[in-house]
């Protein structure tokens, strides 16, 4: 069993930076693709970036540029650093590993239990 464990949310200031960590147990890891998820309650989950296990980088529109996805193989970790950060940026931030990107779709086959982060005005 793979478990996905975040961590690096907190309370920062508008146009602040945080970087959150999502470190994974298993063998799986470097052998699969990474990728951060966010959500707010009542909202769908929404993909803000997945890196594939060689490093290829895959954001959605609305992330790219402010946030960057990079990973560790050797500590079998991956990253988000956030930053220009805004207050509409406030939501609980999810790491998921799997296949990623299969044709227009991400697929996961285990999603961490996720950190939030809050972004004051």
């Known amino acids: 069993q793979v478990q996905l464990v975040e961590s690096g949310g907190g309370l920062v200031q508008a146009g602040g930076s945080l970087r959150l960590s999502c470190a994974a147990s298993?063998?799986?890891?470097?052998?699969?693709?990474m990728g951060w998820y966010r959500q707010a309650p009542g909202k769908q989950r929404e993909v803000v970036a997945w890196i594939t296990s060689n490093g290829i980088t895959d954001y959605a529109d609305s992330f790219q540029g402010r946030f960057t996805i990079s990973r560790d193989n050797a500590k079998n970790t991956v990253y988000l650093q956030m930053n220009s950060l805004k207050p509409e940026d406030t939501d609980n931030y999810y790491c998921?590993?799997?296949?990623?990107?299969?044709?227009?779709?991400?697929?996961?086959?285990?999603w961490g239990q996720g950190t939030q982060v809050t972004v004051s005005s």
């Open positions: 998921a590993l799997g296949p990623g990107r299969v044709g227009n779709i991400f697929r996961v086959y285990y």
């Open positions: 298993g063998s799986i890891f470097s052998s699969n693709a």
